[in-house]
C-alpha cells in the first residue's frame, strides 16, 4: 500500500518560499511552522505498518528525496520508499512545471503497481479520472489538520488496508 505525499499544504500551510542561506520558510501569519501535522500523520499510519510513503513534493527536488525525509519524524522516515520524480522519466522543469502533479502521481503508480494507493495533495490539478476516490485535496492552509479531511483520510486507509486481505 502506497501514500503519496506533497508537502506544502498537507504537511503544513502550502506558503513555503526558499532562501538560499535559510533553506525552507514558511510566510504566514503566527501559529503555522513547517511540518506541524507530520505527527497527525505518523499517529494515522500507525495502525497501517504496511502502508509505504512516496514523496511527491517538489521537496525532494530541492533536497533529494533522503533529505526531505529526514524532515519528517523517525516514523515516517522508515515509510518512505522514494518520490515521483525520476531523472530517467521526467527532467527537474516538466517535474517542477510542465506536468501536473496529479499526472505525475497517476505514472509513479503505473511504475510502481502498488496493490492500493492513496494521494494527498492540496491542489486538484490533473488527477486523471482513474486517480478518482485515491485523491484526497487537503486544505492549503489546515492541510490534513482539517477535520474533514481528516475523517475522508481515515476512511481511505482503511477501505485500502481492506483491499488488502
Same mark, same amino acid.
Given at each position: 500500500? *502506497?501514500?503519496?505525499? $506533497?508537502?506544502?499544504? %498537507?504537511?503544513?500551510? !502550502?506558503? %513555503?518560499?526558499? @532562501?538560499? &542561506?535559510?533553506?525552507?520558510?514558511? @510566510? %504566514? ?7 506541524? @501535522?507530520?505527527?497527525?500523520?505518523? !499517529?494515522?499510519?500507525? =495502525?497501517?505498518?504496511? %502502508?509505504?510513503? #512516496?514523496?511527491? +513534493? ?6 533529494? *528525496? +533522503?533529505?526531505?525525509? &529526514? ?7 522508515? /515509510? ?8 530517467? @522519466?521526467?527532467? /527537474? ?5 510542465? &506536468?501536473? /502533479?496529479?499526472?505525475? #502521481?497517476?505514472?509513479? #503508480?503505473?511504475?510502481? /503497481? ?6 494527498? $495533495? $492540496? +491542489?486538484? !490539478?490533473?488527477? =486523471? ?8 485535496? +487537503? ?9 474533514? #479531511? ?12 481492506? !483491499?488488502?486481505?
Amino acid at each position: 500500500m *502506497v501514500l503519496y505525499l $506533497d508537502f506544502d499544504g %498537507v504537511m503544513h500551510h !502550502e506558503n %513555503v518560499l526558499w @532562501h538560499p &542561506k535559510k533553506g525552507a520558510y514558511l @510566510h %504566514v501569519p503566527p501559529g503555522y511552522e513547517l511540518f506541524q @501535522h507530520a505527527s497527525l500523520l505518523a !499517529e494515522l499510519l500507525e =495502525p497501517f505498518p504496511e %502502508v509505504q510513503i #512516496v514523496l511527491s +513534493t517538489s521537496w525532494a527536488l530541492q533536497y533529494g *528525496v +533522503t533529505g526531505a525525509a &529526514k524532515r519528517l519524524p523517525e516514523a515516517l522516515q522508515r /515509510r518512505v520508499i522514494g518520490g515521483t520524480f525520476h531523472s530517467r @522519466h521526467m527532467s /527537474r522543469s516538466e517535474f517542477q512545471y510542465d &506536468k501536473p /502533479r496529479g499526472l505525475q #502521481v497517476y505514472e509513479d #503508480v503505473l511504475r510502481r /503497481r502498488p496493490r492500493a494507493w492513496l494521494a494527498l $495533495d $492540496d +491542489t486538484n !490539478e490533473g488527477w =486523471p479520472p482513474e486517480a478518482a476516490g485515491r485523491f484526497i485535496q +487537503t486544505d492549503e492552509n489546515e492541510g490534513i489538520s482539517d477535520p474533514e #479531511v481528516l475523517f475522508e483520510i481515515k476512511e481511505k486507509l482503511l477501505e485500502m488496508a481492506g !483491499e488488502q486481505h
